[in-house]
């Protein structure tokens, strides 16, 4: 099984981007970005509706770094560190199958632009070098034709399509399944 130790904060770069850890001073801009409408389209997970509860989430975020149990990036540019994007991790590890669960969320402003990608292609790269990681995988509403580009295009396949699998609201949702293979 593997054993994951985040600390020192791992901090990433890219030809664009900055990603670095979420902190207290992101509480706004957490609420914002996950009480956005257009963020939270495709993603089947309570509201933020106050700053406290952006608090609580980015005290879980900590947690789970200190734990080696999950990580999440602030997505930056260089120029203004102090103004997250989006953000994106490794959500849910399975270190007893090698295997992590990763997510991703941006500003509707930023979509289109390639910084997703990016961004994951830097934290996959994480993931296999760092991490010791075997697999990826990707969880996505069969609606969110976005995501499952920037998937297809950094490599990701569809593994599979479960049919109401999720109950969120009152309603049954279905996920599609993509992964990416650590083939080096």
């Not at 409408?37 to 309570?46: A, F, L, S, T």
């Not at 991790?89 to 992590?100: D, I, N, S, T, V």
């Not at 760092?130 to 609606?143: F, G, N, R, T």
């Amino acid at each position: 099984m593997l054993e994951i130790n985040f600390l020192p904060f791992p901090v990433l770069k890219t030809k664009r981007l900055l990603l670095r850890q979420v902190n207290k001073n992101d509480a706004n801009t957490i609420l914002s970005l996950r009480s956005n409408d257009e963020v939270m389209k495709y993603i089947p997970r309570p509201y933020l509706k106050t700053k406290e509860d952006a608090l609580e989430l980015i005290a879980m975020f900590d947690d789970k770094i200190e734990n080696g149990i999950g990580i999440n990036w602030g997505i930056c540019f260089p120029d203004e560190p102090e103004k997250i994007i989006g953000i994106i991790g490794h959500y849910r590890l399975k270190p007893e199958h090698f295997r992590a669960e990763v997510g991703y969320m941006i500003f509707p402003e930023y979509n289109g632009k390639g910084i997703v990608s990016e961004a994951l292609q830097k934290v996959v790269e994480y993931g296999f070098k760092e991490m010791k990681l075997h697999s990826l995988e990707a969880i996505l509403d069969p609606e969110n034709k976005g995501s499952e580009k920037v998937l297809l295009k950094n490599g990701f396949v569809k593994e599979g399509h479960l049919i109401e699998n999720e109950y969120y609201e009152g309603r049954f949702l279905d996920s599609m399944i993509y992964s990416l293979l650590n083939n080096s």
